[in-house]
C-alpha cells in the first residue's frame, strides 16, 4: 500500500495455505452449527419427549456421535481432496 | 497393594525410559543440538504428531476431572467435552502450512522464535517468555499434582512418595532424550490412552446392562442427567457454547501445541495428522467422558469425582486389564507434562538466555545448560506440587485461558495479517493477560460464558486497534519483515 518499491512477490505456497486455513475455519463453522442445532434444538424439548436411537437419546446421538462421524469423514474428504502438497524447504536455502 | 494393577503400570513406565535412552542417541549425533532436543529436527511423521498433539492436549482433566464431572452431570458435560472435536483438524488447518513454511524461513525453533522474528520486539519476546513460564509452570504443577495422586491412589504409597515417583519417570526421559522422546513417548501414550477408553468404555456398557438400560436408569433418577443442561442445569447454552473457544479454536494459541505445528517433516504428515489426529481427539473425548456418565449406574454414590474413573476400572475389569486401562490416564498427564516441561526450559534457554544473556554461548555450552536447566525446573515444579492446590481442573484451565488470551492473535494475525506489528501485539497480550486474570478474579463467566471469551475478543481489539494506529511508524522495518515473511 502506498509503496513506490517494487511490488512484494509473495510467495506462492502461501495461496494454498491461505485457502486451506479457510477451508479449516469453514468447516469449524459447520461443526459448531451441527452440534449446536441437534444439542439445542432436539434436546431442548422437555424430557418425556424425547426419542432415542441406539439407546441414546436423539439429541445426543446426532448432536454427539453422528456429528463426531460425520466430521471425521469430512475432514478426511477435505484434506484427501481439497488440500495441496507443498515443499516446506526453501529451493535455494536463503540467506540466514 | 494390588500387584495386579501395579505391574502394568511399572511395565509402562520402563518402556517410557527405554524411549528416553533410544532418543538420547539422536541427540548426541545431532547436526544442531537445538533444533534435535526442542523440536526433534522437525521430522515428525503424521501419526507420531497426530498423537503427540493429542496426547499433549488430553490431559489429566480429560481423564481424571473430566470423567468426574461427566458423573455429576450427565450427558451435558459430554456435548461440553464434544467442543474438543474441532482441535484436530482446526489448529492444523489454521497453522498448518504456512507455519511450517515461515518457520523454517527464519529458523525458528520455538514459538518465542516466531514472534521475535516476527514482530522484532524485546518487549514481545520478554512478555511472552514471562507468560509461558509463568501460566504453564502453575499448568504443570497441577498435573502433577494430578499424576501423584493417580500413583498413590493405585499403589497406597504416601502422596509425597508418588509424586517422587512420578516426577522422577517424567524427569528421567524428557532431560536425556529431548523433543524427539517426547514425541514417541506420547505417542506410545496416546496408543495407551485409546486402548485404555476402549476397554473401559465397553466394561462399562456391559457392567451397566447395555445403553438403553443406562439411560432408562439415567432418567429414572433425574431426568435431566440425560439433557443438555446438566443435572442441576447449571450447563446453559452460553456457557457450552464457549467452550469452543477455550478447547476448541483458542487451542491454536497454546504454545505446547503450536510448536508442534513446526516440528513435521513434509506437508503429508500434516494432512495425515489431521485426519489421525480428529478421530482420534473425537474418540478419546467421547469415549471417557460418557464413561464418567455411564459409571454413574454401574457405581453409584461416589462422592469425590476424581475417583470415579480409578473406582470405575477396578469394578468392570479383571485386576490386569485395570492396570492397563489406569495407565491411561497417567499417559495423559505425563505426555502433557513433558511437553509443558520442555517449552518452559526452551524459554528460558534459547529465548531468554541465548537472545539477551550471551548471544555467543558455545554449543556445548548450550547443551549443558538446556540439559540442567530442564532438570532444575522440574525439581521447582516437583516443589511446588508437594503442597497442591485444590481443583486440579480449574487450576488447568485457568493457565490454558492465560495463555490463549496471550497468544492467539499475535500468533494468527502475526502469520495472516501484514499490517500486525509489535505494538499491536504488545496491547494484544496486555489486554488478554490482565483481562483475564481481572475477570478471573472479579467476575468469572460475564455473560454467562466460559471467562476465557471476553479476554479473547479484547485481545483482538487491542491487536487490530493498536496495529492500525502505529502503522506509519517504523516503515522500514515493517516493510523487511514483510517481505522476508512473505516474499519469496
Known amino acids: 500500500m502506498g509503496n513506490q518499491q517494487n511490488p512484494l512477490q509473495e510467495d506462492r505456497r502461501f495461496r494454498v495455505s491461505n485457502r486451506e486455513a479457510l477451508m479449516g475455519v469453514g468447516l469449524a463453522l459447520l461443526n459448531f452449527i451441527w452440534w449446536y442445532a441437534f444439542a439445542y434444538g432436539l434436546g431442548g424439548k422437555p424430557v418425556s419427549e424425547y426419542g432415542f436411537i441406539l439407546g441414546f437419546p436423539a439429541w445426543f446421538f446426532y448432536s454427539c456421535l453422528l456429528g463426531f462421524v460425520l466430521f471425521s469423514v469430512l475432514v478426511y474428504v477435505m484434506v484427501k481432496f481439497l488440500f495441496v502438497e507443498v515443499p516446506f524447504e526453501d529451493k535455494e536455502g536463503e540467506e540466514t | ?488
Open chain 2, 1 to 488: 497393594m494390588n500387584w495386579n494393577v501395579i505391574l502394568p503400570l511399572i511395565g509402562f513406565l520402563v518402556l517410557v525410559f527405554a524411549i528416553g535412552t533410544y532418543a538420547s542417541k539422536h541427540i548426541r549425533n545431532a547436526p544442531d543440538f537445538l533444533q534435535e532436543y526442542f523440536l526433534g529436527s522437525r521430522q515428525l511423521g503424521g501419526f507420531v504428531l497426530a498423537l503427540t498433539m493429542v496426547a499433549t492436549f488430553g490431559s489429566a482433566s480429560s481423564f481424571v476431572g473430566g470423567p468426574g464431572v461427566a458423573y455429576t452431570l450427565g450427558l451435558g458435560w459430554v456435548l461440553l467435552a464434544m467442543t474438543q472435536l474441532v482441535t484436530g483438524y482446526f489448529t492444523l488447518a489454521v497453522l498448518g502450512k504456512k507455519f511450517a513454511i515461515v518457520s523454517r524461513k527464519i529458523n525458528a525453533v520455538t514459538l518465542i522464535d516466531f514472534l521475535k522474528e516476527r514482530y522484532q520486539s524485546k518487549w514481545v519476546v520478554l512478555l511472552s517468555a514471562f507468560s509461558i513460564v509463568l501460566f504453564l509452570f502453575s499448568a504443570m504443577a497441577a498435573q502433577w499434582v494430578g499424576g501423584g495422586r493417580l500413583i498413590e491412589s493405585f499403589t497406597g504409597l504416601s502422596y509425597t512418595a508418588s509424586l517422587f515417583i512420578f516426577a522422577i519417570s517424567v524427569l528421567v526421559y524428557v532431560v536425556i532424550g529431548g523433543f524427539r522422546a517426547v514425541a514417541i513417548t506420547d505417542s506410545i501414550q496416546g496408543i495407551v490412552m485409546l486402548i485404555g477408553t476402549l476397554l473401559l468404555l465397553i466394561g462399562t456398557i456391559i457392567a451397566g446392562g447395555g445403553i438403553e438400560n443406562i439411560m432408562t436408569e439415567l432418567a429414572a433418577e433425574n431426568p435431566k442427567l440425560i439433557s443438555p443442561f446438566g443435572a442441576d442445569g447449571s450447563l446453559t447454552p452460553a456457557f457450552v457454547s464457549s467452550f469452543w473457544i477455550l478447547v476448541g479454536i483458542g487451542v491454536v494459541g497454546l504454545p505446547q501445541v503450536s510448536v508442534r505445528a513446526m516440528s513435521y517433516r513434509d506437508s503429508k504428515a500434516m494432512h495425515r495428522a489431521m485426519i489421525i489426529g480428529t478421530v482420534v481427539v473425537g474418540f478419546i473425548m467421547l469415549g471417557m467422558h460418557l464413561i464418567g456418565v455411564f459409571g454413574r449406574v454401574v457405581i453409584p454414590g461416589v462422592e469425590v469425582g476424581d475417583k470415579v474413573m480409578p473406582l470405575l476400572a477396578l469394578e468392570v475389569l479383571p485386576g490386569w486389564l485395570a492396570g492397563v486401562v489406569l495407565a491411561a490416564p497417567m499417559a495423559a498427564v505425563m505426555s502433557t507434562v513433558d511437553s509443558i516441561l520442555l517449552l518452559v526450559s526452551s524459554a528460558v534457554i534459547k529465548d531468554v538466555y541465548i537472545n539477551y544473556v550471551r548471544p555467543t554461548a558455545s554449543e556445548r555450552r548450550v547443551k549443558t545448560l538446556s540439559i540442567g536447566i530442564t532438570a532444575v525446573i522440574g525439581i521447582l515444579v516437583f516443589l511446588m506440587a508437594i503442597n497442591p492446590p485444590d481443583l486440579l481442573i480449574w487450576l488447568n484451565l485457568f493457565a490454558f485461558g492465560g495463555l490463549e488470551a496471550a497468544f492467539i492473535w499475535p500468533i494468527v494475525l502475526g502469520l495472516y495479517w501484514k499490517k500486525g506489528n509489535a505494538q499491536g501485539a504488545l496491547a494484544s497480550m496486555l489486554m488478554g493477560v490482565g483481562s483475564y486474570i481481572v475477570f478471573h478474579t472479579y467476575s468469572p463467566n460475564l455473560f454467562g460464558m466460559h471467562t476465557v471469551v471476553v479476554p479473547v475478543i479484547l485481545s483482538l481489539i487491542g491487536y487490530v486497534v493498536f496495529s492500525l494506529l502505529t502503522q506509519h511508524q517504523q516503515r522500514s522495518q515493517q516493510n523487511q519483515i514483510i517481505e522476508r515473511f512473505w516474499g519469496e
